[in-house]
């Protein structure tokens, strides 16, 4: 079954540290996102890339970082540089730019 | 600037319509789209507009759009107790290129 896989479901960070959020496809779609979402809110745009080796910065792109050295991988990186990291995190893709988009389950990171 | 906005909350009785509202900002969006959220869970499309549109029907799922108030809703006919999630409108907000969200409006089904 074509689909965004996300991994771990739950994780915890301790002070000072980085974590790394997996995002892999198998749909075969050139762009490919990450938002953040709080408790209330909307999602929150944090990188998009629209091709592999090229990715933007979103909305509150810092004390977060990203990659795309695969077309199927968009992993995240939460570093201590991010005071505030509690949150759901959602991936998600598309065939191109801005189609409809299809989520992850999604990763809760928690700070210990 | 760009906003999309819903109410937060909407109860409804089991077996009653469901009415979720929303407003947009961009008169030149070109899409806007109803997700669905469980809890625990990333997002599922349920359904799309074109702007070119005025309404849309898929099975229980009405879409309605008025552009000239920049006013989308979604109604849910004959709401079941798995119809309760958080129900999120989006635009595609051309000028910047980019999806806007909504806060999300949960919808709670009372037996």
């Known amino acids: 079954d074509g689909g965004i896989t996300q991994s771990p479901k739950y994780l915890f960070r301790k002070e000072g540290q980085n974590v790394t959020l997996s995002c892999e496809q198998n749909l075969n779609h050139d762009a490919m996102y990450w938002y953040r979402q709080d408790p209330g809110q909307g999602l929150r745009l944090i990188y998009y890339s629209q091709i592999v080796n090229d990715f933007q910065k979103g909305d509150i792109a810092e004390g977060y970082s990203v990659s795309r050295e695969k077309k199927e991988s968009f992993p995240l990186t939460v570093t201590s540089a991010q005071k505030n990291p509690t949150a759901f995190y959602l991936c998600a893709s598309s065939l191109t730019e801005n189609e409809k988009l299809f989520f992850g389950s999604g990763t809760q990171l928690s700070v210990l | ?111």
């Not at chain 2, 600037?1 to 009653?16: M, P, Y």
């Not at chain 2, 549109?53 to 849910?76: G, P």
Request: a negative charge.
């Open chain 2, 1 to 111: 600037g760009e906003d999309v906005e819903q109410s937060l909350f909407l109860s409804v009785r089991e077996g009653d319509s469901s009415v979720i509202n929303c407003t947009y900002t961009d008169s030149s969006s070109t899409y806007l789209y109803w997700y669905k959220q469980e809890p625990g869970a990333g997002l599922q499309l349920l359904t799309y507009i074109f702007s070119n549109m005025d309404m849309k029907q898929d099975q229980r799922l009405t879409v309605l759009l008025n552009k000239k108030d920049k006013h989308l809703s979604l109604r849910i006919a004959d709401t079941q107790t798995g119809d309760s999630a958080i129900y999120f409108c989006a635009e595609m907000y051309s000028s910047a290129s980019k999806i806007i969200f909504g806060s999300g409006t949960r919808l709670s089904i009372r037996p």
